[in-house]
């Protein structure tokens, strides 16, 4: 009897193929189901949530900042209203200070627990500013403008500025890398340059009120993007460089290095993010897409109803917000209630039952199964607990076998006989929501492992065919099920 014992390399597919990794990466952007909408008066340039808890948020729109309340998720105050619009924020690492440029080349610093109060206040003559961000270990904050020309302000000393001509046309992003001398800048030139601060020493710093022009500064590398960049985040290394409908991706590892350029959107992207160890990107065409940073898969995607102007998110995916045309900002947040229900599913005891540390097992029944887990016999201890018919018993196996690391090996090397009771189960537990997070695990794993030798016995063959059109049925009720409340979700927005 020909043994089922041939690994297949390509990941369970119902209708297009997706990884274990698309599917855990999807489960946690749908848990965003609690939704805030917030209407400013006029086309907001940019949101950003403040980098302490309780992650308030600030949406620039027009002449005001508004400030949306963490705790109370309401907008409770706005910052004074400027004479030109405000184009771009930054917070300090402490969340204390914000900085906030406009369109007329200034630069306002206020301290986030008193808007009313503004720190500093610096007039660059230097164009439009896009780019702006605090340095993370000094009172310094870097301003890129619309002429090219790169500043660097120190907050305490109140006159101290230095600039240096660092691109040919309006700088679009700064961004500092975590040992906070070396930055990246990003330009409408088509260009990305990675600076060292550490060349601007005590003998270029200014003691009057006049802006000091640098000598000729040098980058340490540059790299030519296909089109003019608009947003940069970095991730390790690696630096993700949002142009047009493309993200530009470049290795910084020595010098700049270029990886990929790959299309994400069929309009421009308008914001950038790396949340959950994922690549974030959000588009006037209405969506939001998550990808693998170092494959670049898509792993998920989330449609809006509206054209997106600006994006942020938290780092855990806990909570997102998302500025619309007509001056919408829709905040939308991981339902609280949802998220406990995750820790708690399955209600089962029954994982702490295979426990091979545990000293104590209240039930002498399991001593079979816990005795061959010991024995690190784990193809025996499933095959013992499939023999009992019982889910809740099997889907405690199933898990712990997983927390193991050794589903793979107790599903592995099975001839045809000892596959079907495996298959058996899955087919009648795939979609049972109380487990099927379990459950799936284990039918990746069949499917990856058995995928090349499926067909040659007829009968597991149809257990199979079973099982994808168990799941396929279930995708479709749940495809259906999202669309009728993204259509109530939009009823009830604009009813609001």
């Known amino acids: 009897m020909k043994a089922f014992s041939k690994f297949g390399v390509v990941p369970f597919a119902v209708g297009d193929i997706r990884t274990k990794d698309e599917i855990e990466e999807s489960a946690v952007w749908q848990r965003l189901k609690e939704n805030d909408i917030h209407e400013l008066n006029s086309t907001i340039s940019r949101v950003k949530f403040s980098p302490v808890a309780p992650y308030s948020i600030l949406a620039l729109s027009g002449l005001s900042g508004a400030w949306i309340d963490g705790k109370t ?54 164009g439009v500013i896009l780019g702006v961000a605090f340095s993370p270990f000094a009172n310094e904050l870097v301003v890129g403008c619309g002429d090219g ?32 001398n070396i930055w990246v800048t990003s330009s409408h030139d088509c260009t990305l340059k990675v600076w060292d601060l550490n060349q601007f020493n005590e003998n ?33 290394s690696r630096i993700f460089a949002a142009c047009g409908e493309t993200v530009f ?8 290095e270029y990886v990929i350029n790959f299309s994400a959107h069929t309009r421009p992207i308008v914001g950038l993010a790396i949340v959950r160890s994922n690549l974030v990107t959000a588009s006037a065409d209405r969506t939001i897409k998550i990808f693998d940073p ?26 997102v917000a998302i500025a619309l045309t007509g001056g919408i900002v829709h905040v939308k947040y991981a339902s609280p209630e949802i998220t406990e229900t995750a820790k708690a599913e399955p209600t089962l005891t029954m994982p702490a039952n295979f426990r091979v540390f545990n000293q104590f097992v209240p039930n002498k029944k399991l001593t079979g199964w816990n005795r061959e887990l010991k024995q690190f016999n784990f193809p025996e201890a499933l095959d013992l607990v499939l023999k009992e018919n019982d889910p809740p018993l099997i889907v405690g196996m199933l898990d712990e076998l997983d927390r193991l690391g050794k589903l793979d090996i107790a599903i592995a090397g099975r001839d045809q006989e000892s596959l079907k009771p495996i298959l058996k189960f899955l087919v009648e537990n795939a979609v049972n929501p109380v487990w099927s997070h379990v459950v799936l695990k284990a039918i990746i794993s ?51």
């Open 446 to 496: 069949v499917e990856t492992i058995y995928r090349a030798v499926i067909r040659d016995d007829p009968l597991i063959g149809e257990l199979f065919d079973h099982l994808i059109t168990v799941i396929r049925d279930e995708l479709d009720v749940q495809l259906r099920a999202s669309r009728l409340v993204g259509k109530i979700d939009v009823i009830l927005n604009k009813a609001e």
């Open 149 to 180: 020309t790169l500043h660097i302000i120190d907050i305490s000393a109140r006159t101290d500025i230095k600039k240096f001509q660092a691109h040919s046309d309006a700088i679009s992003a700064v961004y500092p890398l975590e040992s906070g």
């Open 249 to 256: 991706v470049v290795d910084i590892k020595s010098k700049a």
């Open 73 to 126: 998720r309401k907008h409770s105050f706005s910052f004074a209203k400027a004479k030109t619009p405000f184009t771009t924020c930054a917070f300090r690492n402490d969340g204390v200070l914000v900085a906030l440029g406009r369109e007329d080349s200034t630069v306002d610093i206020y301290p986030v627990s008193n808007h009313q109060t503004l720190l500093r206040r610096f007039k660059l003559n230097s």
């Open 294 to 319: 170092s494959s670049f898969v898509l792993l998920h995607t989330m449609k809006i109803y509206n054209d997106i102007t600006s994006f942020d998110a938290l780092p855990d995916a806990s909570a």
């Open 204 to 236: 270029t710093s200014l003691s009057g009120n006049k802006t000091k022009e640098l000598p000729e500064i040098q980058p340490l590398s540059e790299i030519k993007a296909p089109n003019p960049i608009t947003n940069i985040v970095l991730k390790g």
